[in-house]
């Protein structure tokens, strides 16, 4: 059998194309486009706007069978919805309120209430008097006469020119302001400052219009050593003070009560400085500058036993001595030699 006998094989066919599966069918919620096109939309269900939201109900156990039932129970309050940052918050506002209502309320108590803030104290230079440091080295035998209770112009001319006028006495103006409380108690009056060792000089005490003696207390402040205070002075101006004579001054003063007192100094070394008094409030104290009126400070120059001995001008010149409390008569020669 020859090649050309032999039958030729069928050609391969290419394989058959799958045919793609049907799609699934789409389906729609609501109503089809037809039944959609015929019918109107339908509107939502209004909700009363004062509808309130429903109670929560929460298992209770039944005491019988130990299930739990449903109970309806109260909304929690504004204090049990904080968490617990808002509850801090809150206890802090109220502890504030608390607080800044007892700081406006307690000035109300205590703004007239006795304490230092209430104290005024204040002095000035007091009495018609006038004094004079004169050197004791003057030529007091070229004094001027004049008329007898007053001191005259020339007279005044005189010391003018051979000394230098001072202040000795000042009045003290005391005051305690409060309207209630406690009293307070001033103690130690006394000269703070410096001192200085100089020649002393003479008093010589001038009285131009003779006035009589003002009713008032009185104490004397000798100026000299640091332990020096006040003492009252039952011989100054003719009368006794109410204080024990020649006892340290320790005035008291209540609420609203205002006092006054002149302060008479003796320097037995020359002072520059100011007046201060111990003021005492219960248990309390505090050292309290005097301001003066006319000036910051007080300047007295030293003089003869401290100005207990003076030349007093009465017509002529007479010299007295304060001893135990009343005024002797002394000798000018005494006096002028120191």
């Keep these: 059998m020859t090649t050309e006998d032999v039958p030729a094989a069928p050609p391969v066919e290419a394989a058959e194309a799958r045919e793609p599966a049907p799609p699934e069918p789409i389906t729609t919620v609501g109503p089809s486009p037809e039944t959609a096109a015929s019918e109107p939309p339908a509107q939502p269900e209004p909700t009363p706007p004062s509808a309130a939201p429903p109670e929560v109900a929460e298992p209770e ?11 309806t129970t109260r909304r929690p309050n504004f204090f049990r919805r904080l968490g617990p940052v808002g ?42 008097e006038r004094d004079y440091a004169v050197p004791a080295t003057a030529p007091f035998a070229t004094f001027p006469s004049g008329e007898a209770g007053t001191c005259t112009a020339a007279q005044q001319q005189w010391l003018e020119s051979h ?56 104490a004397r402040l000798p100026i000299g050593r640091a332990s020096d205070v ?63 009126e ?6 007295v120059p030293a003089l003869v036993s401290g100005g207990m001995t003076f030349l007093q001008v009465d017509a002529a010149l007479a010299c007295v001595r304060m001893d135990a409390g009343a005024r002797t008569a002394c000798d000018i020669g005494d006096l002028v030699r120191g």
């Design 163 to 218: 000394g230098t006028r001072i202040t000795t006495r000042y009045l003290l103006d005391l005051r305690n302001v409060a309207s209630s409380g406690a009293m307070l108690a001033l103690k130690s009056f006394r000269a703070t400052g410096t001192t200085t060792g100089a020649p002393p000089a003479v008093r010589v005490v001038c009285d131009p219009d003779g006035a009589a003696a003002p009713t008032v207390q009185a």
């Design 61 to 71: 156990p039944d005491p019988s069978t130990g299930v739990g039932r449903e109970t």
């Design 294 to 299: 006319s000036k910051k400070r007080i300047t």
């Design 230 to 292: 006040a003492y009252f002075d039952k011989s100054a101006f003719g009368q006794t003070a109410k204080g024990i004579p020649d006892s340290p001054v320790v005035w008291n003063l209540a609420p609203g009560e205002t006092g006054q007192l002149v302060l008479d100094l003796y320097p037995t070394e020359s002072f520059d400085g100011t007046l201060t008094t111990t003021a005492f409030s219960g248990s309390d104290h505090r050292d309290v500058p005097i301001p003066l």
């Design 87 to 128: 509850k801090v918050v809150s206890g802090l506002v109220a502890a504030i309120s608390f607080v800044t209502g007892i700081i406006a309320v307690v000035p109300i108590f205590t703004s007239d209430t006795t304490n230092f803030g209430s104290l005024r104290v204040s002095a000035a230079p007091f009495g018609s």
